[in-house]
């Protein structure tokens, strides 16, 4: 599989303060990386919302240099870690301490694995601090697809739940293109031709 020799989950660098990064899905490295090599140069500013230790933004950016990779986190040890792996990796990215709703209108895809863990899960599947969960349920993809105004989201959601995501999505107008297990990339129907 592509993904395991660019960035693999044993070389990125975590702490029991974000989420652990074996618990992302590597189909959505593989589907950003279909999108990016199929968009014929349309995909090359990507945002990595609530990015944790970097993981998926970071295997992009080595996957594709060319391209111009943001990492966000709202949370500062989140930042701190991706900082720390983007180093590691010797990955020219920005990584900035941030909202993850502000400001994607000015990137061609926006990358999220956001939480999905309701309050029954959150008993016995903690993969990292609470606050890497904030929001759970479909909240935050709620919120992201209200806002979101670029060109390709690729997004990944746990089997429980996405029956309930992929209704989510076409309420709010996004046509699903690609799909995975666990990932997923939606253009909104505006932005179909585009793609």
């Not at 074996?22 to 995909?43: L, M, N, P, Q, W």
């Not at 991706?82 to 926006?110: F, P, S, T």
Request: net charge neutral.
């Amino acid at each position: 599989m592509i993904y395991t020799e660019p960035v693999s989950k044993n070389k990125i660098y975590y702490t029991k303060k974000v989420f652990d990064p074996r618990y992302s899905a590597s189909d959505t490295i593989v589907i950003a990386d279909k999108v990016i090599s199929e968009s014929g140069g349309k995909c090359n500013r990507i945002i990595d919302v609530a990015c944790g230790s970097g993981n998926l933004g970071l295997a992009i950016k080595k996957l594709h240099p060319e391209v111009s990779v943001m990492l966000t986190d709202i949370d500062p040890e989140a930042v701190r870690i991706a900082e720390r792996n983007a180093h590691k990796l010797g990955l020219g990215v920005v990584i900035l301490e941030h909202d993850l709703l502000l400001g994607l209108n000015n990137y061609d895809m926006v990358i999220a694995n956001l939480p999905t863990y309701d309050e029954e899960q959150l008993k016995d599947e903690l993969h990292g601090p609470r606050v890497a969960y904030y929001g759970g349920g479909l909240d935050m993809y709620e919120r992201l697809f209200s806002q979101f105004r670029g060109r390709v989201l690729v997004a990944e959601c746990q089997e429980r739940h996405q029956e309930a995501f992929l209704k989510l999505a076409d309420k709010k107008r996004f046509d699903l293109v690609l799909r995975n297990d666990r990932s997923f990339a939606f253009v909104p129907r505006a932005n179909l031709l585009l793609y």
